[in-house]
């Protein structure tokens, strides 16, 4: 079955939600994505620690004004990954239409 | 975001091969479904309980030459949800072509 090829990582419409964020956007804050994906601080952590792990997402840590600011940025592996799941994606719905 | 009308019910490729599947056998018993998507008993067990609650798929069970036989079939509003879910999923991946 085409969707054996789809990527466990990627199995939550939060971190669909933030590698398209990602995919568009050099950098976000926690914030930026919080407010995009409407999700609670706990539930977004959870997911960006968990895309972190994979390598698909990266954390830039920096100060601005003396307040620690930190951004997240999709890496050229989660680009490739999070590309290729969607192409699976799109395969498996086509075959949905043939039926 | 488009995503935000993804169910959660369907978040994960095992779930979408057991709709999948259902959606074009008017039936399938357990080990059918196993071969099918290639997963183990616990597993499969534990996503069919997951979308039987959800109301998305029923259980008939009988009994053939005094065997038990337990058989899975899509509910309508099964069929709905599923078909819903493929839409919008389309849409967030022709969403992201756009970019």
Redesign the interface.
């Known amino acids: 079955?085409v969707?054996?090829g789809?990527h466990?990582a990627f199995?939550?419409?939060v971190r669909?939600?933030i590698m398209?964020a990602l995919?568009?956007n050099d950098t976000l804050d926690f914030n930026s994505l919080k407010g995009?994906?409407?999700v609670t601080d706990g539930n977004l952590a959870t997911h960006i620690k968990a895309l972190e792990k994979e390598g698909f997402i990266g954390v830039r840590k920096s100060f601005i004004d003396k307040k620690p600011n930190t951004r997240y940025y999709i890496t050229p592996e989660g680009r490739g990954a999070f590309e290729n799941h969607?192409k699976i994606?799109?395969k498996?719905?086509q075959?949905?239409k043939q039926?």
């Open positions: 079955m969707i054996e789809l466990k199995e939550s419409r669909l939600g398209s995919s568009v995009l994906l409407g969607l994606l799109e498996f719905i075959s949905q039926d």
